[in-house]
């Protein structure tokens, strides 16, 4: 990678962390949530609090997140990358601080609308800025999903241990800090947002005319719209959809899920304190604060998406981009239908499959990132990332609606059978792209 290689990446690689840290951290106030409220007060009807419910208000933060990365692309290619990205730290750290304040939950609501309104210009911006700027495309797509991949496992560590000490609008308060300095950060970087497709038309290798045009126009972006949609991007779309489903509908409530099984029983800090120095100091083994397990599973689960998207972003460099996707949402399908019976059989079995379902997670992300850009004009690539977003963040924060319903009303095995349902389609429109689209 060259300087400017890698001051993008540094950039996107902050960037990308700090999006992930407080999108993954939600699920660990949800935990509390459903423990400190019972109602929800919408001035005309009140609705009782229940995974369903609270579903539905995750639903709204994260549905944003996805919904937004369509105006949020096509601002990308009139605005530039590097604006969008300050703008949305800003804005996230904005928003943990309003969350900091919320009395109830019609207020959280407000605080992860606000969230998700910010965070979605992000993707777009982020991987945009990669494909048209750095010219290591899969190297730099594989460090940005690693730094990704870092915010997502940390920031639940970080908020699952605050939480031993600190209340949790506290520790909401506390998190909205970094943002605010990596968005200082962002402002000041020096990097050639547009070095790689320079390079590529200076060899003869781009010739895109509208390698710099963007979308100007409502009749132009139904234009660009049809043509993206006419071809096999929206085979595309339909594999980062199946992904959004998936990620959105295991995590959403993986913590609170993993505190049914035993084995994750709440552990008082005080027992973890050798017993001379609890006698010294007059502490009760069994009293005190609690630790919760599977808070630290669900975070040790996350990290380990690190390897997955090392191993996908090298990978798209490799091997076509096509049967990479069909065969990491095979090995998730797989994993949704085994992850439950793993977990009757005991701690051990449990932390293997999900060792393999963090890895598998995460390793179809570069690997659907790099499918968009090879089906995609450089023109317009914001607005290909943009759909790109609203299909994987918003029609996938879906998945947390439907996990809460399904967690409420059915059963748990129903939970992890549509899940490998959504897998199983994602592999097998992945390999029907590769044999239509077949390339050496």
Known sequence: MNTNDRAITALVMVAHGMVHTYELSIPIFVALWLLEFSTIDLGIVTLEVTTATLGVVVTAGYGLFGLGALPGGILVDRLGSRRLITVCLLGMAGSFALLAVAPGVTAITLALVLW????????????????????????????HGIAGNVGIGVGPLVAATSLLFLEWRTVAAVLAVPAVIAALYASRADIDPQAAVDSDSAAGDGGDSKADAGVDSLGE??????????????????????????YRGFLTFLPEL??????????????????????????????????????????GLL??????????????????VEYGLAAG????????????PAASLGLGPLAVVGVFMGMF??????????TVAEYTPAGTRGLSYG????????????GGTVA??????????????????????????GLYLGRKNARP
């Open 116 to 143: 998700g309104v910010s965070a979605s210009v992000y993707h777009p911006a982020g991987l945009s800025l990669i494909s048209k700027g750095v010219a290591d495309r899969g190297t730099g797509f594989a460090y």
């Open 221 to 246: 972006f139904v234009a660009e719209s049809r043509t993206l949609f006419a071809g096999s991007f929206a085979l595309v779309f339909l594999v980062v959809m199946c992904s959004g489903l998936f």
């Open 258 to 299: 993993l505190g049914r099984i035993e084995g994750f029983d709440p552990i008082p800090v005080a027992s973890l304190v050798p017993e001379a120095l609890r006698s010294l100091l007059g502490v009760q083994a069994s009293g005190g604060e609690t630790l919760a397990p599977g808070d630290y599973f669900y975070s």
């Open 303 to 320: 990290l380990v998406g690190v390897v997955g998207q090392y191993v996908g972003g090298k990978l798209t460099d490799r091997f076509p």
């Open 329 to 340: 949402f095979s090995g998730l399908a797989v994993l949704a239908l085994v992850f439950l």
């Open 361 to 370: 997670l995460f390793v179809v992300q570069p690997l659907y990132q790099a």
């Open 387 to 398: 759909y790109t977003y609203l299909g994987v963040f918003g029609v996938g924060a879906l």
């Open 404 to 429: 809460g319903v399904i967690l409420e009303y059915l059963s748990e095995p129903a939970l992890f059978l549509t899940l490998a349902g959504f897998a199983t389609v994602g592999a097998a429109t």
